[in-house]
């Protein structure tokens, strides 16, 4: 059984940063796309970014897309999501996700993942 838990959230102002990680643990990470999802209240948990095997291999909504930035380390089973020039529409639950082979080839969807983090708050002030 995979466990996914994401840390680094808290209260930033606009224009600041955060960093967010998700250890892995119980799995085969390095065979895992990884995906980091977000759920602000009174709406459905939509997708930030998902990676592959490397950075090369990396996807992000439009609405992050240059302020955001996945990586990942397989040698600590941890995926980061970079977060910088944050909006205070940025606020909501951030949470990591992880989909293991066979993949689900839907890396933008919820229901492409089979694991998933309790999720991390991030709150942006105006």
């Known amino acids: 059984q995979v466990q996914l838990i994401e840390s680094g959230g808290g209260l930033v102002q606009a224009g600041g940063s955060l960093r967010l990680s998700c250890a892995a643990s119980g799995g085969s990470f390095i065979s895992y796309v990884m995906g980091w999802f977000r759920q602000a209240p009174g709406k459905e948990r939509q997708f930030v970014a998902a990676i592959k095997w490397s950075a090369a291999n990396s996807f992000y909504a439009d609405s992050v897309k240059g302020r955001f930035t996945i990586s990942r380390d397989n040698a600590k089973n941890t995926v980061y999501l970079q977060m910088n020039s944050l909006k205070p529409e940025d606020t909501a639950v951030y949470y990591c996700?992880?989909?293991?082979?066979?993949?689900?080839?839907?890396?933008?969807?919820?229901?492409?993942?089979?694991?998933w983090g309790q999720g991390t708050q991030v709150t942006v002030s105006s």
């Open positions: 996700a992880a989909d293991p082979p066979p993949y689900s080839g839907s890396y933008k969807l919820n229901m492409g993942y089979d694991y």
